[in-house]
């Protein structure tokens, strides 16, 4: 009985961890040389980014956001629809505008980040789609913070967090 217990408690912490968890695989080198074309990064959805880390957010389409943001709660076939980006957060609501490092920013009229957006650039700034060309992004269009899994442990792009997930 006890044993029953314990396999369908750990049984529901992993379904529950899992769902917040998403893998995603990079296209492209604009976050070079921190992550690489094929790279594979497990996501984590739902806490809002925070200056430096690395999150995956909606690409928008002719400038715009496709459909309605992807409910955290959203199943794996609401984020295979989209497309992805892999960025770093530069600023969050109530920072500067980062204006000398976006140029889309430059003659926005106010001088902090307004709520709920963002400011997201890529690391390889020569090849990357990001803030620099389309401005603020949404936060609400963020799927989640980038976790990166190398032998010996879980990392997010500023160093280790924890065990590896399998």
């Known amino acids: 009985m006890l044993g029953s217990l314990a396999v369908g408690g750990l049984t529901a912490a992993l379904v529950a961890l899992t769902r917040g968890l998403v893998m995603v695989t990079v296209r492209g080198t604009s976050m070079w040389p921190a992550f690489q074309d094929g790279d594979r990064v497990l996501v984590r959805r739902g806490p809002h980014p925070s200056v430096g880390q690395v999150v995956v957010a909606e690409r928008p389409v002719a400038g ?98 924890g065990p590896a997930v399998p």
């Not at 992807?70 to 969050?92: F, N, Q």
Request: net charge positive; glycine share 12%; aromatic share 6%.
């Open 64 to 161: 715009e956001w496709p459909g309605r943001p992807v409910r955290t709660e959203a199943g794996a076939d609401a984020v295979r629809g989209r497309e992805w980006l892999i960025k770093r957060v530069a600023a969050v609501a109530g920072d500067p505008v980062p204006r000398d490092r976006a140029r889309s920013l430059a003659r926005v009229p106010e001088d902090r980040v307004p709520p709920g957006k963002l400011v997201l650039l890529g690391d390889n700034r020569k090849v990357s789609f990001d803030s620099r060309e389309v401005g603020y992004f949404p936060a609400d269009r963020v799927l989640g913070r980038v976790l990166f899994g190398p032998v010996g442990g879980v990392r997010d792009a500023r160093g280790p967090i």
